[in-house]
Nanobody
Framework: VQLQASGGGLVQAGGSLRLSCAASGSIFGINDMGWYRQTPEKERDLVAIITNGGRSNYADSVKGRFTISRDNAKNTVYLQMNSLKPWDTAVYYC?????????????????WGQGTLVTVSS
């Protein structure tokens, strides 16, 4: 299973970006999908997560500014980021809990994308 993230870049404060992350490979089903972010000074923190039923949760710091969504038919999760602040600058990693069927058992594992850099200038 591979997760391919895209959409990062440089934006001015107050601007918007949309991140995408597509999962591919041997996939029976995907449970939670989400986005985390990390800076050199901090650990990887949750930004937003969404269940396969569409329920979502957000970090307090992004509530009202970021929106997570997913397209289950495309195994893709999105993060719409509006009103970006300089402190949103980080490497953003997508995450997916993927269930695979091996022919005898179902197995669920966590997978991560390669990270995409978001830089917000003041």
């Amino acid at each position: 299973v591979q997760l391919q993230a895209s959409g990062g870049g440089l934006v001015q404060a107050g601007g918007s970006l949309r991140l995408s992350c597509a999962a591919s490979g041997s996939i029976f089903g995907i449970n939670d999908m989400g986005w985390y972010r990390q800076t050199p000074e901090k650990e990887r923190d949750l930004v937003a997560i969404i269940t396969n039923g569409g329920r979502s949760n957000y970090a307090d710091s992004v509530k009202g500014r970021f929106t997570i969504s997913r397209d289950n038919a495309k195994n893709t999760v999105y993060l719409q980021m509006n009103s970006l602040k300089p402190w949103d600058t980080a490497v953003y990693y997508c995450y997916a809990g993927v269930t695979q069927y091996t022919g005898s058992i179902y197995r669920t594992n966590s997978y991560w994308g390669q990270g995409t850099l978001v830089t917000v200038s003041s």
